[in-house]
């Protein structure tokens, strides 16, 4: 029998058919709450992209315009390791619920606020100051949000279905970039270029009351992770079971999992981040095509997330994390020259084929880790070290992808620059997985009881708590 952490769980209750019921709800509920979550951060980038340099940056020139208004797309980025700092802080000593609620408030008053911003031709220089602070604060909230409904969904789940069941969390994210491309585009037909620029991309902004509603069942109607219930219990009888100083233990012990596991997401967030923002502002100032077309490109790529996402998170519980993750980070790194060769056409078809193909490879990456950066800690430690490992991606990767992208384009005067940059993060991802151990290892996949990640750290055999959903 192997040594047993008293911090780590060793036993939990059977399911019940409510509680299958009760994981089916929260599923629903974490990828509508993410979805609109994801919604609002990303929509940031397409304003940053098409409509912010004309409304804080008037009096810059178009370059100087797009590199200040994605400037203050990185600032949201800043505030993410920030945000995941004190979530997983507190997430870990007095639950995973109330950090999401908090983080979903956080988001939705500062994108609405965002909406309601007067421009630089109204209130001068401070307006800009007053978007990048809205930014910050959707930033800290966001680094907040991902790591406390990846572990209430992965936590509540079957060990077989982790992934799984983590990938609804991680949907947000194509169908938040989906939902954003959708309504800009839409409110852009409807109203007008002029307008939009003028005060109707304001709307787009005030649909994120629609985050409201989530947040109240979130609140009324979901109970926390089991695992974290668990940890509450070992407390209730004395034992050392929450850690009163998570971060600093995460981070003590635990620093080069965290920053490897920040490498694995270089390349899914590069890309990524190209085809929703710094490819549009690319095609629209450099490429003369319409905004509106592209736009709709983008959007397929999405669906096209949407539908990889899941497929490759049942893959990963099926055949391993790594394998999975390691066939979307090479095949991002193959695509990037192809990618902006189609790009570089001009032409609409191969546009939407260069991004749609980019999506494929991306997912793969990306479905596996709501539950494989859960897995890579034990639960007293795990909102800490989960968060940080995915806040600092954020910051090192993906809120400086677009800025850099217009810079090596303005400086070398081709896309080049931007194609070794990402088979560099194709390269870094690769690097990192190899690094680190698999949580769901053959021996894990064949033992119907054994819980991915146990094998990382010692813990005796567990029941499962919910049926596989």
């Not at 600032?75 to 700092?85: C, K, M, Q, S, V």
């Not at 896309?415 to 870094?428: E, F, L, P, Y």
């Amino acid at each position: 029998m192997a040594v047993t952490d008293p911090a780590i769980p060793t036993s939990r209750p059977t399911t019940s058919a409510h509680g299958a019921a009760a994981h089916r709800k929260l599923l629903t509920a974490g990828l509508i709450g993410s979805s609109i979550e994801w919604y609002d951060f990303f929509l940031y980038g397409t304003a940053a992209a098409l409509v912010f340099p004309h409304v804080f940056f008037p009096h810059s020139s178009p370059l100087m315009g797009t590199l200040l208004s994605f400037s203050t797309f990185w600032a949201g980025f800043i505030a993410r390791p920030i945000g995941g700092l004190v979530a997983g802080h507190y997430g870990d000593k007095v639950g995973r619920k109330p950090v999401v609620v908090a983080a979903l408030i956080g988001m939705a008053v500062s994108t609405f606020v965002i909406g309601c911003l007067p421009g630089a031709g109204t209130i001068g220089e401070i307006a800009a100051v007053l978007l990048v602070s809205c930014r910050f604060v959707q930033g800290f909230a966001c680094g907040g949000q991902w790591g406390g409904l990846a572990l209430l969904m992965t936590e509540s789940a079957g060990p077989k279905r982790r992934a799984f069941s983590g990938s609804f969390m991680q949907l947000g994210v194509p169908a938040g970039a989906l939902l954003g491309s959708l309504v800009f585009t839409s409110t852009s037909l409807i109203f007008g270029s002029e307008a939009l620029i003028a005060w109707a991309w304001r709307v787009p902004f005030w649909f994120t009351a629609a985050l409201v509603p989530v947040v109240l069942y979130i609140q009324l109607k979901v109970e926390d992770s089991p695992e974290f219930k668990q940890l509450e219990a070992e407390v209730a009888s004395e034992r050392p079971a929450v850690a009163q100083a998570p971060l600093v233990e995460a981070l003590r012990g635990h620093w080069k999992t965290i920053v490897l596991a920040c490498g694995v997401m270089a390349s899914t967030n590069c890309i990524f981040y190209i085809s929703i923002s710094g490819i549009l502002s690319y095609g629209t100032v450099a490429l003369h095509m319409n905004r509106n077309e592209m736009m709709v490109a983008s959007m397929l790529s999405c669906l096209v997330g949407i539908a990889t996402t899941p497929l490759a998170a049942l893959a990963s519980d099926r055949f391993g994390r790594r394998p999975i993750i390691l066939i979307g980070g090479l095949g991002i790194g193959l695509w990037a020259p192809a990618y902006f060769a189609l790009v570089n056409t001009g032409n609409l078809v191969l546009f939407g084929v260069a991004l749609c193909v980019a999506s494929v490879f991306q997912s793969m990456v990306y479905a596996p880790l709501a539950a494989y950066f859960g897995e890579l800690f034990a639960p007293h430690i795990r909102f800490s070290g989960a968060s940080m490992s995915y806040q600092l991606a954020a910051i090192t990767i993906s809120g400086g992808t677009p800025f850099l992208m217009t810079w090596l384009i303005a400086s070398f005067g081709n896309t080049n620059g931007v194609v070794a940059m990402v088979v560099v993060t194709s390269v870094i991802t690769i690097a990192c997985t190899l690094a680190l151990k698999e949580t769901n290892p053959r021996a894990v996949r064949d033992d119907p009881h054994a819980v991915p990640g146990t094998n990382l750290y010692p813990q005796e055999p567990t029941k499962v708590l919910v049926a596989d959903a």
